[in-house]
């Protein structure tokens, strides 16, 4: 490996976020909040769980962070072989997508100008992950933004017990202002987390992604439907999106969504 590499933009976002998570568990230990209470006191269960919960988000993130989020396989092939390999993706009731760079676009996929590859199921790119999510992440992004969440919320009550006002200004400034600057900052961060949380299971309940619900007005297979081709009720979507289940291409879905549309049609 390159000295340089050490040096990208992943690297560095991803050291970042583990110094600043560690950064904060330390200031949480070291100043007089409760968590160093009940370490004193010998209940040791706790703050052991609080550990093990910070390092559980941890590693969630590195995951999201460093696996694959989908991406569309790019493999150069004969003109004459590409027209049969699209004929079989895409059914001739959908708009053929073509990618400048990648060719043939599977139905809900889109090229990412950061990661210069196409995403299947494309959400959007995280710049704090310096990743995509995509198809294969994004039920750990979700994952991880909930449990970011509850350390978050933990992490701001233990500091919150800490900051006692009963001392002079200019002393509790000194013996506690990085504790509240540590306040302040997991306030913001849990206030952004929880409003991540809260439209990321929205998109999930609704079977879409940020990406559609930003731009649907952009998006050809979506222009063509009043609504969201790919929504088959909370249950379903939910079963689709953690389990996988029912299998099959977003393609397959999109063609039984018209043909039950038209199916309702000719009923009435």
């Not at 993130?61 to 027209?83: C, F, H, I, T």
């Not at 933004?145 to 009550?157: E, K, R, T």
Request: hydrophobic content about 45%; overall charge neutral; proline content about 6%.
């Amino acid at each position: 490996m390159a000295p340089w590499a050490l040096l990208s933009p992943g690297v560095l976002v991803r050291t970042g976020h583990t110094v600043l998570t560690w950064g904060i568990t330390l200031v949480l230990f070291l100043h007089d909040t409760a968590l160093r209470q009940w370490e004193e006191q010998g209940e040791l269960l706790l703050p052991l769980t609080f550990l093990l919960l910070v390092l559980g988000s941890l590693l969630l993130y590195l995951a999201v962070s460093l696996m694959d989020p989908g991406y569309v396989n790019v493999q150069p092939q004969p003109q004459e072989e590409a027209k049969e390999e699209q004929t079989a993706m895409v059914p001739q009731a959908i708009p053929l997508r073509r990618c400048r760079y990648c060719m043939v676009l599977p139905l809900r996929a889109r090229h990412c100008r950061d990661c210069r590859r196409c995403v299947r199921r494309y959400d959007h790119h995280c710049p704090w992950m310096e990743n995509c999510v995509g198809e294969r992440n994004h039920p750990l992004f979700v994952a991880y933004l909930a449990l970011q969440l509850v350390v978050l919320l933990w992490g701001l009550y233990l500091a919150w017990s800490g900051l006692r006002f009963f001392q002079p200004w200019g002393l509790w400034l000194r013996s506690r202002g990085l504790l509240f600057a540590t306040f302040l900052l997991l306030s913001l961060l849990s206030m952004v987390a929880g409003l991540l949380l809260v439209s990321h299971l929205y998109l999930v309940a609704t079977n879409t992604t940020t990406w559609e619900f930003v731009s649907s007005h952009r998006i050809a297979y979506l222009r063509q439907r009043p609504g969201n081709p790919f929504d088959h009720g909370l249950t379903r979507n939910l079963a689709h999106f953690f389990c996988g289940w029912p299998s099959g291409s977003w393609e397959a879905l999109w063609v039984e969504e018209e043909e039950e549309g038209e199916g309702s049609t000719q009923a009435v």
